[in-house]
């Protein structure tokens, strides 16, 4: 095989939740009377909640906010979107993703998750995917999120693997940078197929078995 591993990013790559994410942040910054539009939202892809909110407040003109405001303000987003969080189900994993990762698996390819995302392991647990991943690293295990390859890091330890014997997949130019940054190959998918330092581009995951089992 190519590679002995690979490290999924979780939103946008397993399953998408970027409605969700648009329509918590949007509530937040029309009740701040901010502007925000998809434009604003795609800077969040791959970014920290906290990080994703100082992006928000680029645009903000009202008083001065302290830290403990900003928290309380992100945990508000927070509540929200896991609001949406709790419609999910299986069908939000698409039948290419689901064969693609039982196809890797049962070739001994060890899988895990690198996502910034605190909520990552409430939505694997939604979509029927809690125990499937042999490791999952989130945004409650790191200190630094991506473009830091921390996460991507972690979930190579986990899974007892270096940099150079995983693959990373992701669907954000943040992604692609921690990706990169750690010594990962990655392969970009979605809006990060425009990344010049992606390894392989893909339309869709049902090509990465012709990457990664190959000699």
């Given at each position: ?11 946008g790559v397993i399953c998408h939740t970027d409605d969700f994410h648009y329509k918590a942040w949007k509530s937040l910054a029309d009740s701040m009377n901010i502007y925000f539009d998809e434009e604003i939202n795609n800077r969040l892809r791959g970014v920290s909640r906290m990080e994703s909110l100082d992006i928000i407040l680029e645009r903000y003109h009202g008083p001065p906010l302290s830290n403990a405001e900003k928290l ?144």
């Amino acid at each position: 095989m190519r590679y002995a591993g690979v490290i999924f990013d979780l939103d946008g790559v397993i399953c998408h939740t970027d409605d969700f994410h648009y329509k918590a942040w949007k509530s937040l910054a029309d009740s701040m009377n901010i502007y925000f539009d998809e434009e604003i939202n795609n800077r969040l892809r791959g970014v920290s909640r906290m990080e994703s909110l100082d992006i928000i407040l680029e645009r903000y003109h009202g008083p001065p906010l302290s830290n403990a405001e900003k928290l309380r303000i992100s945990e508000s987003k927070n509540m929200h979107y896991k609001n949406f969080i709790m419609q999910m189900d299986e069908s939000y994993v698409a039948a290419s993703v689901l064969s693609t990762l039982h196809e890797l698996r049962e070739n001994g390819v060890k899988l895990a998750i690198g996502s910034s995302s605190k909520n990552a392991r409430l939505i694997l647990d939604r979509i029927g995917l809690g125990s499937f991943f042999n490791a999952v690293t989130d945004g409650n295990d790191i200190e630094f999120s991506k473009p830091h390859p921390q996460v991507f890091l972690l979930a190579a330890d986990k899974i007892s693997l270096s940099p150079g014997e995983c693959l990373v997949v992701e669907d954000a130019f943040a992604g692609i940078e921690a990706a990169v940054a750690g010594g990962f190959d990655c392969v970009a998918i979605g809006d990060a197929t425009r990344d010049v330092r992606a390894t392989y581009t893909v339309t869709d995951l049902e090509e990465l078995p012709g990457i990664i089992l190959r000699e």
